[in-house]
């Protein structure tokens, strides 16, 4: 093929790709970086150390992929963000900012990790609300059918918030105690935005006909959200505020972390048997999507919710169980990552055979 058109077709390749990015693909960055915390508060340094390098470079190549997106296609993006099942996987962007904020901070980089703290409130608060104006002003399916465990990344957006924003709280000085007061109140929020959700979703989970189609990897945000729920309360719990009525609140705030901890524990099992039901019963193949980064999430998320509430509650055991779900994560990491592969491969022979 002349060199000329051999170009062509990768600029035409490369812009449809531009197109078509899934607007949640920053759950990558969510999956990777939440690994490379829980691995560096087990003291496993050098695999967290090269998860961060490398979760640091796709934070940044899926911002630059995003502007391109802007830019190049607009109508494609702006058909994602009106779209009732597709808006919510925005939220990507907030809990990857914070979680990789997080990984920042634990390296000592304070003020870095303000700054995205303050660029993931923004993004979530345009979110937020511009999410809700699509379901409704723009919905138009039936029922409860668009009803998707990918809807509960808002509230990972939110609580993710909570615990970035407590980390970078003791270095803000006289706003100290007002972002203390803020992140108790997201915590709240992202509750009763979890107990709407979880209850719509398990509405058209048990009491619909399911097919194949709806059981996809975002299902287990459902239990991503109420691990990431645990994670936030059990670091307001570790957090000393100084500030009475938040002081007074720590009784609510350990039986609600115990119970989101209990709640995403049995879900486990369930949505084990789901994958089973699809792939083992159903038949369905199983093939590399950008949504499997939404499975690896929750994931690391419930080995690090276990670590930190296992400080807070100072029940030893909880560790045991950290410490051997945080290898879980990084084995459905790999496979993820191997599948990601070897999708980019299939897609270059494609363009040479072309």
């Avoid at 907030?94 to 303050?118: E, F, P, Y």
């Avoid at 924003?165 to 706003?175: E, Q, R, V």
Wanted: charged residues 10%.
């Amino acid at each position: 093929m002349p060199a000329p058109q051999r170009s062509q077709i990768l600029r035409g390749k490369a812009r449809d790709a531009i197109a078509g990015l899934y607007p949640g693909y920053f759950a990558f960055v969510m999956a990777t970086g939440i690994i490379s915390n829980a691995l560096f508060l087990d003291q496993q340094r050098l695999v967290s150390e090269f998860l961060f390098a490398l979760n640091v470079g796709a934070y940044c190549l899926l911002w630059i992929l995003t502007g391109l997106r802007i830019l190049i296609a607009r109508r494609a993006l702006w058909a994602d963000m009106t779209s009732p099942k597709l808006v919510f996987a925005f939220f990507t962007t907030v809990a990857a900012t914070d979680v990789l904020g997080v990984g920042v901070n634990l390296r000592g980089w304070s003020d870095v990790a303000t700054a995205m703290w303050t660029f993931a409130l923004i993004l979530w608060l345009g979110l937020i609300y511009f999410s809700f104006g699509v379901l409704t002003f723009l919905n138009t399916a039936h029922g409860a059918n668009v009803v998707h465990g990918g809807w509960l990344i808002a509230i990972v957006g939110a609580e993710s918030l909570v615990i970035l924003g407590a980390a970078i709280a003791p270095n803000l000085g006289a706003y100290q105690q007002s972002v203390l007061v803020l992140v108790h109140m997201l915590w709240g929020v992202g509750l009763a935005l979890y107990g709407i959700f979880v209850t719509l979703f398990a509405y058209r989970i048990f009491f619909f006909d399911l097919e194949p189609d709806d059981v996809s990897p975002l299902i287990w945000v459902v239990m991503g959200a109420a691990a990431i729920s645990t994670n936030a309360g059990s670091v307001l719990i570790l957090t000393d505020t100084g500030i009475a009525f938040l002081e007074s609140m720590r009784p609510f705030i350990d039986g609600v972390t115990l119970i989101m901890w209990a709640w995403a524990t049995w879900w486990i099992p369930l949505l084990m048997l789901f994958g089973f039901w699809k792939h083992g019963v159903r038949r369905t193949p199983i093939a590399y999507t950008p949504m499997l980064w939404s499975l690896v999430f929750p994931l690391g998320m419930y080995a690090l919710a276990s670590l930190r509430l296992s400080l807070a509650a100072d029940f030893a055991p909880l560790r045991l169980i950290s410490g051997a779900m945080v290898w879980v994560a990084l084995g459905a990491w790999a496979l993820t990552a191997a599948g990601f592969a070897a999708a980019i491969r299939r897609s270059l022979r494609s363009v040479e055979r072309a």
